[in-house]
């Protein structure tokens, strides 16, 4: 296998959005032998060009249909809603045996749209890189960016095994490591761990506001563990709008069990049961300590 | 005025409890030169011979009433709930005039248990320097632990001011901002921003792991900010069990607030409210960038 050989997995790949994902997908590539071209795909050409002088593309086009002729993968970095249409503007004008490939942060709704629009002869393998950070553009873009990161790749009944195993071994070569689950089960998970914890920071803050104003004292009492638990909230409301309305339910249902939770420790604390609430902190450490045994 | 002079606050202090809080203001006190000597008070000679060694403190002893003798100053650093019953031990053998603080992270009923038992010729200020932190142990004490960190005086009608103005001036030389606020809003203040986060933690850990039961894949995806809000679920179950007593109704009160802020969230999901769904991140990064102006 030539792929083997040289590192090489992809001989030309088209990056539709060449931001922090998509600016560190083509440094990792790029500097891991792992394709021999890196074409960059976007609306702005300023942005395109920093992108090349930062070595995450070879080469750019502000013209979709150009930019993916010849590429034998294509990865859509659009916020969550335009991975689908993006798909269908390009189908067109996709080579046979082109792999299709997002990241976007949730999965049910992108799979479904992009099974759709996908032409007979290429394939769609959803995948979601979790390696984000507040920091967005090309400028923070890194090349170990998904060294030690968790990178889910979906499979579905309609999913291509040769094309999954192909994303996958990309996901592998830049370092990360993947987690094959279908798109809703990647729904709810994400719902738990990572849009919940959104939400949170985004209601804590709010609780602290009405506190501010009936108090007059409670920001001034911040510590670590506010500033950790609200730092997320610093992300784009505007892509976090998007990740919410394309996974609603599961984010819904995630809120209700935390609720119940949180309705638990009430009730201890009502009925003054110490034992009930030494219980839930040993239980959360104990949770804790599985999961940082898990997840590293 | 000597103090100003030669830096000198008290002359002597009583540290009761050297752990991290107790060592990190004996080592701050001592090296400012704000104390002329500095007496460890404990149950664990070992402890408090480490103590020692890494200069929190100058001599130690483990009679609490001894220790307490020739003290100006002494500080409750035991766990919340035995601040008052320390107090009650060593009222009898307090030096006339002698003032007694404390720095548990409640204060409502430390200060009314603490102006119970305070005899009529010495004063008692409640205090609460918010420096701690995961690690426990005067071996992670520090002599900068309290540069920045917000620390809380309380003034309750029996206050008496000149004994809060020498506690303040302590830890303002110490290097911490101090916040003068009655114990009732201070536990307010408190169950918002550092006991509500968590209890957050604790019930957001539950939740991943019903999820990991149901889903099989949860912890597996644990990203950044997951990680952040649920640290502080490393600390000592006991502690927290201690404080959420000492604190209950506030803490009810907070977790109903936060709770109310998600079920709006929920309904603007349920209602698929783009407009609610963005006001709601974009009002966090506003509150966020507010808190940042005013706690640093």
Redesign the interface.
């Known amino acids: 296998m030539t792929e083997r050989h040289d590192n090489v997995i992809f001989d030309t790949i088209a990056i539709y959005g060449v931001g922090l994902i998509g600016g560190s997908l083509g440094m990792a590539a790029k500097r891991r032998g792992l394709v021999r071209r890196v074409i960059g795909i976007g609306r702005s050409e300023q942005k395109l060009m920093r992108a090349k002088i930062l070595a995450a593309i070879d080469d750019y086009t502000l013209d979709p249909q150009e930019g993916v002729a010849e590429a034998d993968l294509i990865v859509i970095c659009t916020p969550v809603r335009l991975v689908a249409p993006t798909l269908k503007a390009i189908a067109g004008f996709l080579k046979p045996g082109a792999i299709v490939t997002d990241v976007g942060s949730t999965k049910r709704e992108i799979v479904e749209g992009c099974e759709a629009e996908i032409p007979e002869d290429c394939f769609f393998v959803g995948g979601h890189p979790?390696?984000?950070?507040e920091q967005t553009g090309v400028e923070s873009a890194s090349h170990d960016l998904f060294v030690n990161?968790?990178y889910?790749v979906t499979n579905s009944p309609n999913t291509d095994l040769a094309a999954m195993g192909k994303i996958t071994a990309l996901a592998e070569a830049v370092g990360a490591n993947v987690?094959l689950?279908t798109p809703d089960?990647?729904d709810?998970?994400?719902a738990?761990?990572?849009h919940?914890?959104?939400?949170?920071?985004?209601?804590?803050?709010?609780?602290?506001?009405?506190?501010q104003r009936?108090?007059?004292?409670?920001?001034?009492?911040?510590?670590?563990?506010?500033r950790?638990?609200?730092?997320?909230?610093?992300?784009?409301?505007?892509i976090?709008?998007d990740i919410?309305?394309t996974n609603?339910?599961c984010?819904?249902d995630?809120?209700?069990?935390?609720?119940a939770?949180?309705?638990k420790?009430?009730a201890a604390?009502?009925d003054?049961d110490?034992d009930a609430?030494?219980r839930?902190?040993?239980?959360?450490?104990e949770?804790?300590e599985?999961?940082l045994r898990?997840?590293t």
Request: hydrophobic fraction near 50%; include cysteine; aromatic fraction near 8%.
């Open positions: 979790m390696a984000g950070s990161a968790t889910v987690q689950m089960i990647h709810a998970a994400a738990i761990i990572s919940l914890p959104h939400v949170m920071s985004g209601a804590l803050l709010q609780t602290a506001e009405v506190g009936e108090l007059g004292k409670v920001f001034q009492l911040v510590a670590g563990s506010f950790d638990m609200t730092r997320i909230s610093a992300s784009s409301p505007e976090w709008r919410c309305i609603p339910d984010i819904r995630a809120i209700t069990h935390f609720e939770h949180l309705d420790f009430k604390l009502a003054r110490e609430i030494t839930f902190f040993e239980e959360a450490g949770l804790r599985a999961y898990i997840s």
